[in-house]
């Protein structure tokens, strides 16, 4: 069977009407795409994109764009997309870019972004996008890292590659620039591009994506995905958000994150479905529901900290007809959020669970409207093989106990797995063990099959819809001369469930002071992405250890939740919201 006709089966899976025949529908599904072997070569972009969706819906919407500050507008068809894909490959193969290597965007929510991900897949290129608010310092990082080939970036944001390249001794092949820039090629160029192109010989197992995570006890690893595991594994998304052919889906998440790729780009297209983006500069919750509803938007999938911030509107003055599913990730969001936007539009947040290295893997589908339970973020999808385990790596079948989130690769393994971290190995098998794929995640589950998040495993911070690993912002903050030691930890915080906080031990000559921590604020902002900026430092004269000198984040986090609950306060703690001077670079 080709895996063309699987996509076929989902698009008329996900329209069965009958909730509880969609859910044995899918359970059959999955079944049968597990237990099929999967062909040696897979080309996404030809074999489905182009040769399904351009071939039976080359005139249907596959993007709908909009800028929300100056109410710009494009739209582009499934068949001006694969055009507009085509043109940027031929473009950089023009430019002596091959199969393999590596393609950074640096590009926000612009339809360019689309195309470039579409070329990329096509090519056999290595797609490693790049969250745009990344400073000269992590840009270097991973050119370093993983030399780029060719790149796309926002005019704003060159002089800073510039820099990165020179300082990683980096050339690459080709420089597109989303503006001008001297040396860099502008995209009007690809425009006289020939709009057709030869797709790529792509192996199954090839990778094709490439995302930057967050480390625990050291820099970022690299999520390598292959031809299969993101847009085949995506299927999982797809059927648990319930997309249609036809239906027009929004998510509210920037490109350089596996979420966009998740359900900006493979969960709608996958299936036929109209894909959206908003771009904006700061977000106003205002304008942006006003898109949702001028746009029509059938599917509404955001993070819980903008769901907090959306129902605190009046939602009356706003249409939502068109609503028929909205979707959360990331933390469980309070029992009033779900009311109040239900009252709202008829729909329920439905929560789902997965990771930069899967597709979605746990979940609330569509059939669980009205059977959901606040707080838990569904059951297992049947792509995936997930089960908990204790500290042993033995299966835990007892409900109400805590374990580890495990995926079972003994009877089948799950197509949306990702491939290794790319270039290393010992990372790769640490997190592969005993025929086990370890999330790092906790969860329970209950008497009735309902799945509860629990929290990390290791050291990684939630902050709002981003991962932040504490040795980077502990790197940054050991640079300044005042620092002589630092550990990094989440804190917990009621709008962004965790917020970044450093435990600072000083060096000899320096006393903790209000300038103290507002120097480090300043100091930490030029060096990491806003999001992994501390918003909270304490001095402290030591930190917890073990015996072999390592620091015990978890004995911090357990300190914190507990002062937290108590509400008490250190006088040597200090808040980012508390310097005015801070204020503009929130």
Known sequence: MS??????????????????????????????????PLPEKFNW????????????????????????????????????????????????????????????MLTP??????????AGVKGGLVSVPTAAGMTEREIRFRFEAYKPNVIIALESLT????????????EPKARIVLGVKEGWTP?????????????????????????????????????????????????????????????????LSAPGWAKWAWSSFFAPLNLGATASGFAFTALNIQKYIEAIAKYKVNSFCAPPTAWRAFVGMD?????????????????????????????????????????????????????????????????????????????EGNEITEFGETGHIAVRLD??????????????????RNAFTNNLYYTGDKASFDKDGYWWFVGRSDDVIK??????????????????????????????????YQLVKAYVILAEGHRASSELALDLFKHTIGLLAKFKIPRIIEFVDELPKTISGKIRRVELREHEINRKKEKGESPDEYYYHQFPELSSRK
Request: with cysteine; aromatic share 10%; glycine share 8%.
């Open 187 to 251: 995209y009007s160029e690809i425009e006289k591009q020939s709009a057709e192109a030869e797709p790529a010989d792509i192996g199954k197992d090839d990778v094709l994506f490439c995302f930057f995570t967050s480390g625990t006890t050291g820099l970022p690893k690299r999520v390598g995905h292959s031809a299969v595991s993101y847009p085949v594994g995506h299927l999982s998304t797809a059927v648990i958000q319930g997309l249609e052919p036809g239906d027009i889906h929004h998510n």
């Open 315 to 391: 939602l009356s003055r706003y249409d939502f007809r068109s609503m028929k599913y909205s979707l959360s990730a990331g933390e469980p969001l309070n029992p009033e959020v779900i009311e109040q936007w239900k009252k709202a539009t008829g729909t329920e947040i439905r929560d789902f669970y997965g990771q930069t290295e899967s597709t979605a893997m746990i979940g609330n589908p569509p059939w669980m409207e009205g059977k959901m339970r606040f707080g838990s973020f569904g059951y297992p999808s049947s792509m995936y093989d997930v089960i908990l385990v204790d500290d």
């Open 411 to 428: 009877n089948w393994r799950a197509i949306g797995l990702f491939q290794e971290y790319i270039d290393a190995p010992e990372q790769t």
């Open 109 to 118: 929510i612009v339809p360019e972004t689309w195309f470039a991900s579409l």
């Open 159 to 170: 002089d800073l590659v510039d820099d990165a390249l020179k300082k990683a001794n980096c």
């Open 463 to 496: 902050s709002s819809d981003y991962r932040v690993g504490p040795f980077e912002v502990e790197s940054a903050l050991v640079e300044h001369p005042a620092v002589m030691e630092a550990a990094v930890v989440g804190s917990p915080d009621p709008k962004r």
């Open 3 to 36: 895996l063309a006709n699987f996509y076929r089966e989902a698009m008329e899976l996900n329209t069965i009407k009958d909730m509880e025949k969609r859910k044995i529908a899918s359970e059959t599904f999955f079944k049968k795409l597990n237990q099929t």
């Open 45 to 104: 972009a030809s074999e489905i994109f182009e040769g399904l969706h351009v071939k039976e819906r080359g005139d249907q919407a596959a993007l709908i764009w909009t800028d929300l500050e100056t109410d710009a507008e494009r739209k582009f068809t499934y068949a001006e997309m694969a055009e507009n894909g085509n043109k940027f490959l031929n473009f950089i193969r023009n430019n002596g870019v091959l199969k393999g290597d590596n393609l950074y």
